[in-house]
T-cell receptor
Framework: GNSVTQMEGPVTLSEEAFLTINCTYT??????LFWYVQYPGEGLQLLLK?????DKGSNKGFEATYRKETTSFHLEKGSVQVSDSAVYFC???????????????FGQGTILTVHP | DTAVSQTPKYLVTQMGNDKSIKCEQN?????MYWYKQDSKKFLKIMFS???????INETVPNRFSPKSPDKAHLNLHINSLELGDSAVYFC?????????????FGPGTRLTVT
């Protein structure tokens, strides 16, 4: 079956530090890949996505590149802010001829805390 | 205007009770989902409906029964609540049921079973 593995957290950084959150996946088909963010007390919001190999998703200074050869979708940001403190989820949705119906398989989430 | 709303936000109840959580989306989407987030933040899909028809039904106890009266609503009814049902339940919607369509999540309902 499909699975997503994220780096263990929590991650604690100082403001303006570089961020990497690793994400690798296992899928039988050709998945679309996503990063979702959950701010304290809120639901999930889509941060960025990539739907095919070598695509780069980007939003709010965050980037992730779909690497089929290493089955990875690592999240990066060059300079984090206190407001980036949240839980980050890597997820995949398999393009199984439409039969997956958009089902998202999530990683375990990585808690990020950014200090001033 | 809240795109995906859930009620109630918090629900505290005793074991054995029956409860419902309601979800509404005003985005005009065809597809809605229920996810469960456990105490370790792990998220897992439970159900999905497309145009009021069930399309995803994961391995969930049959005490959980989703109901979609129309495309804009997907409610979750839980019978005979157990301690292990304590979690945050998220509703989500997308314009279509395909893999590349963004899902919009509600704020969640925190269910505590005592």
């Amino acid at each position: 079956g499909n699975s997503v593995t994220q780096m263990e957290g929590p991650v604690t950084l100082s403001e303006e530090a570089f961020l990497t959150i690793n994400c690798t996946y296992t899928a039988t088909g050709y998945p679309s890949l996503f990063w979702y963010v959950q701010y304290p007390g809120e639901g999930l919001q889509l941060l960025l996505k990539a739907t095919k190999a070598d695509d780069k998703g980007s939003n709010k200074g965050f980037e992730a590149t779909y690497r089929k050869e290493t089955t990875s979708f690592h999240l990066e940001k060059g300079s984090v802010q206190v407001s980036d403190s949240a839980v980050y989820f890597c997820a995949l949705s398999e393009n199984a001829g439409g039969t997956s119906y958009g089902k998202l398989t999530f990683g375990q989430g990585t808690i990020l805390t950014v200090h001033p | 205007d809240t795109a995906v709303s859930q009620t109630p936000k918090y629900l505290v109840t005793q074991m054995g009770n029956d409860k419902s959580i309601k979800c509404e989306q005003n985005l005009g989407h065809d597809t809605m989902y229920w996810y469960k987030q456990d105490s370790k933040k792990f998220l897992k899909i439970m159900f999905s409906y497309n145009n009021k028809e069930l399309i995803i039904n994961e391995t969930v106890p049959n005490r959980f029964s989703p109901k979609s009266p129309d495309k804009a609503h997907l409610n979750l009814h839980i019978n005979s609540l157990e301690l292990g049902d304590s979690a945050v339940y998220f509703c989500a919607s997308s314009s279509r049921p395909g893999s590349s369509y963004e899902q919009y999540f509600g704020p969640g309902t925190r269910l505590t079973v005592t």
